[in-house]
């Protein structure tokens, strides 16, 4: 067990139904997740894809620089010229009137005032004036759709291909640059532009200028009539009103409808006074007459005849009536009477009086308030018109005034050109062209073959259908590649030999096979490796050998499997069971007049078709025999008990079986086996044939041991550049050894 152990070169990938499962480790050291999909190829991949392709890139790259190089020099050169324009948005707009005070666009936002700008400047008006004097069109080669339609053409704006207008970042300043074969032109056509464009905002300020004078030129009359009507129906209204203003009219009103309602009130208070006097003495009562006012002179009568008729009194008591002193106060007590009567006429006529006037005056004071209440009310009735009339008349004045005002600061700025824009930088004539750039295409071209190449590769490669590496499967079809076989270039070099009889003939190879076979030996004893310890609990005593399809190398891959086997002393039987393309008979030089289908058409013992070589007495080989197509029916069902038996006299039992894909007794076969090895051709098996073959074991529970990549070359892939340092390694020391035993 530690002689085969020594001979292992790869590491276990076996996998048997009812083992426990280890998850495959790549040849990174990245374990591969199964079940989770396709894991991101390895940058070594891409990196040894790059080594595979590298003189294709490498000639690809110098092909297109150098065309690069070559179709650079024959352009003709092209010049750039620009002319740089200072575009002043806090310029007046105006020089006389309220615009003057503020910036012409201060209410624009920078970005869309320079990009405004920026479409005056490619608009038709700037451009056509300068195309037609230089000839642009000709020159620009437009003249043939000129020419095809003339009058669309001319009613078309025009566009110059050549024209760039740009603005360096977080600047005022608008680039005008144009392009031509000729240097001066370009400069020419630049300034020509630049000044086409302050020539073309002057234009338009001036325009619009004239043209607001004349629209306002034209309301002026209107407004003007409009403005004289309203003045003379306020002057109107003033003269019915027969007041200058009347506002101050009413004003007056009001302070005399006050007074007036101060003095109505006054002489009603006044009358109902006058009126109770009046009242009162009417009557004629002493008493009430003494109430009044007016009554101080009667209250004085009056006490002087009180006392008079108190003397009278008392005379009266002591003296008769012819008593002089009677007589006498007689006499001076009727002359008080008759005044204190008069006194009371007096004041009863005055008191009368007094009522009478109060009521006149009452009633004038009322009329009086009355017309002022009445004058009032139809003033205020019609101040209203009054006010709004001259509101009107104002309005209109004004109006007036102001569009009077505007036409002549109009005539006054349409005289002056607007200087918001102005030339900071006028173009020249360059002396380098700017195209081509034969430093930036060759750059280009580098990058871009560079790229363009390295991605064909990648794609090629990712497009390329076959089985070329080992990761490869695992990640595609859940099942491992157990060996990789090199290639060879003369596959004859490869059939083991004999030199006479069956039994008597030895294996003998050239120089030149041996020098091929050394790493192809190696391959084949890690191949067996891999086969015989792949499982530890079921050791393989069947081994069935097939491929998706013919052509794949699983004779011969067969062949030197059994032979390498039995090289360890091991009983090997070796069975041809391809019975449609035999090839083991070719490979070992035997006859083939005996074989399986003898055995399974019942014409002889299994043991009676056995061929034995001396040169390994280990290996027996069972031929294909004689073509049947009876026989190739039978081989499958009669294969199980064959084995069976067999296995009990050899250790290994390899059957060289048909392809899997279109042949019943393959899958049969694989059924009654212990394993089973499914060969591929590196770089020509379809991925799809040996996934269906590989799918169609599974469903029969087979025991598929894993692929053997045959015909490995190193631009395959990758993971096989230990190939050389085999062939090296066996080179030196079978170089050496032979040269010893030829000496």
């Known amino acids: 067990m530690s002689n085969q152990k020594s001979d292992l070169m790869l590491p276990d990938r076996g996998l048997q139904a009812g083992a426990e499962f280890r998850p495959p480790v790549s040849n990174s ?7 989770q999909g396709e894991p991101t190829l390895p940058f070594s991949h891409y990196l040894w894809i790059l080594r595979r392709h590298a003189w294709a890139i490498v000639g690809f790259v110098v092909a297109v620089v150098t065309a690069t190089v070559i179709i650079s020099a024959r352009l003709t050169p092209i010049y750039e010229s620009t002319a740089t324009v200072y575009v002043d948005r806090q ?20 970005e869309q005032f320079l990009a405004t700008q920026i479409r005056m400047i490619q608009s038709d008006s700037v451009v056509r004036p300068v195309a037609r004097r230089y000839d642009l069109l000709a020159k620009e080669g437009q003249t043939e759709q000129v020419q095809s339609d003339s009058v669309r053409a001319t009613e078309a704006p025009i566009i110059l291909k050549r024209l760039k207008v740009s603005r360096p970042p977080n600047t005022y300043l608008v680039q005008i640059s144009y392009r031509s074969t000729d240097p001066q032109l370009a400069a020419d056509v630049a300034n020509g532009l630049a000044n086409s464009y302050i020539e073309h905002t002057y ?14 030129a034209k309301q002026t009359e209107d407004l003007r009539a409009k403005m004289e009507d309203s003045s003379a129906k306020l002057a109107q209204m003033e003269k019915e009103l027969n007041v200058v203003d009347p506002e101050e009219r009413t004003n007056m009103l009001s302070k005399r409808l006050i007074e007036l309602n101060s003095d109505y009130a006054k002489a009603q208070t006044e009358l109902v006074r006058a009126r109770a006097s009046f009242e009162s003495t009417k009557s004629g009562s002493l008493d009430a007459v003494m109430l009044s006012g007016q009554a101080d002179s009667l209250k004085r ?59 006149s005056r009452e009633a004038m004071i009322k009329r009086n308030f009355e017309d002022a209440k009445a004058e009032g009310d139809r003033l205020n009735s019609r101040s209203f018109e009054y006010r709004r009339a001259k509101q009107e008349a104002d309005a209109d004045k004004k109006l007036y005034d102001e569009l009077v005002r505007k036409i002549r600061e109009s005539e006054i700025n349409a005289s002056f050109q607007n200087n918001i824009v102005r030339i900071s930088d006028p173009a020249r004539a360059a002396w380098k062209h700017v195209f081509p750039d034969m430093k930036l295409n060759i750059l280009l071209a580098l990058i871009l073959s560079a790229l363009l190449g390295i991605g064909a590769a ?36 490869l059939h083991i030999a004999t030199t006479g009889a069956v039994g008597t003939g030895l294996p003998v190879r050239s120089g030149g096979a041996d020098r091929q076979m050394s790493t192809y030996d190696e391959a084949i004893r890690t191949l067996r490796s891999s086969v015989l310890l792949t499982d530890f609990d079921r050791r393989i005593r069947t081994l069935l050998m097939s491929s998706a399809t013919a052509g794949e190398g699983k004779s011969t891959t067969a062949s030197h499997l059994a032979y390498t086997h039995a090289e360890q002393k091991k009983m ?43 040169t390994n007495p280990y290996l027996h080989v069972i031929t294909a025999g004689p073509p049947s197509r009876r026989a190739a029916d039978l081989v499958g069902p009669r294969m199980p008990g064959l084995i069976e038996e067999m296995s009990k006299e050899y250790d290994l039992i390899i059957l060289d079986g048909p392809p899997l894909l279109g042949f019943a007794e393959s899958l049969q076969m694989a059924s009654a086996a212990d394993g089973v090895v499914v060969v591929t051709r590196a770089g020509e098996t379809s991925r799809k044939a040996v996934a269906a073959a590989i799918q169609t074991l599974g469903q029969l529970r ?33 170089g050496t050894n032979d040269r010893a035993a030829t000496s």
């Open 458 to 493: 990648v794609l090629a490669d990712t497009l390329d259908d076959t089985i070329r590496d080992p990761e490869q499967v695992t990640r595609s079809m859940n099942t491992h590649v157990i060996g990789s076989l090199p290639s060879v270039k003369d596959l004859t070099s």
């Open 702 to 734: 087979a025991n598929v041991v894993g692929l053997v990549l045959n015909q490995v070359k190193k631009h395959h892939s990758d993971h096989y550049y230990y190939y050389g340092y085999y062939g090296k390694y066996y080179k030196r020391y079978y």
């Open 301 to 359: 009568l009056v006490e002087r005849r009180n006392e008079i008729n108190e003397r009278f009194a008392e005379l009266k008591s002591h003296f008769g009536p012819n008593h002089p002193e009677f007589r006498k106060t007689s006499a001076q007590l009727k002359a008080i009477d008759e005044d204190v009567e008069r006194a009371r006429l007096r004041i009863v006529a005055q008191a009368e009086l007094e009522y009478s006037s109060a009521q």
């Open 572 to 614: 090997t039987l070796l069975i041809d069971c391809d019975l449609r393309r035999p090839s083991q008979h070719k490979i070992f030089s035997v006859p083939s007049g005996i074989g399986l289908s003898n055995i399974v058409n019942g014409e002889l013992e299994w043991r009676d078709a056995i061929l034995k070589l001396e």
């Open 29 to 35: 050291g990245m374990v591969l997740d199964l079940e």
């Open 91 to 110: 310029e007046a707009k105006n020089i006389v009137g309220r615009e003057s005070e503020s910036g012409a666009y201060s209410g624009m936002d920078a």
């Open 203 to 216: 234009n338009i300020r001036a325009r619009s200028s004239v043209s607001l004078s004349r629209y306002m």
